[in-house]
């Protein structure tokens, strides 16, 4: 029990990849690291039904990138921590205009992104 406790919070905490309860099957992949504790990095893919769903960061400096991976025919929620919305990019363009991107939001100290099937490179600066 003790290895699988560890490996369930090193994937749904340090990573940041989980699955929707209110979705089972990974249809609605939650991406959400908690970068800290000295870490710089960190990733975790996972084999599901629909394809893999991975998460993956990197600390660089002060800016943070993110990578999202979001199997074909699910959607993904990417809540990126201490971001400001906008300075967020995704493969260098502004996230408002980047494509499979439905919308991003500021909640807080934090920016919420939903997006389409795909593989996401969100940058920020981190505040």
């Given at each position: ?123 920020y600066e981190v505040n």
């Amino acid at each position: 029990y003790a290895y699988g406790a560890i490996g369930e919070w090193m994937y749904q905490v340090v990573a940041g990849l989980a699955m929707d309860p209110a979705d089972p099957g990974y249809r609605h992949v939650l991406i959400q690291p908690q970068p800290g504790g000295g870490l710089t990095s960190a990733e975790a893919r996972l084999e599901t039904l629909l394809g893999v769903a991975g998460s993956a960061w990197r600390r660089v400096g002060q800016r943070l990138h993110v990578t999202a991976t979001v199997p074909p025919n699910a959607r993904g929620t990417v809540r990126l921590p201490g971001a400001v919305l906008a300075s967020v990019t995704e493969g260098g363009r502004a996230i408002a205009t980047a494509p499979g991107v439905r919308q991003a939001r500021q909640q807080g100290g934090v920016v919420v992104v939903e997006v389409g099937s795909g593989r996401y490179e969100l940058s920020y600066e981190v505040n």
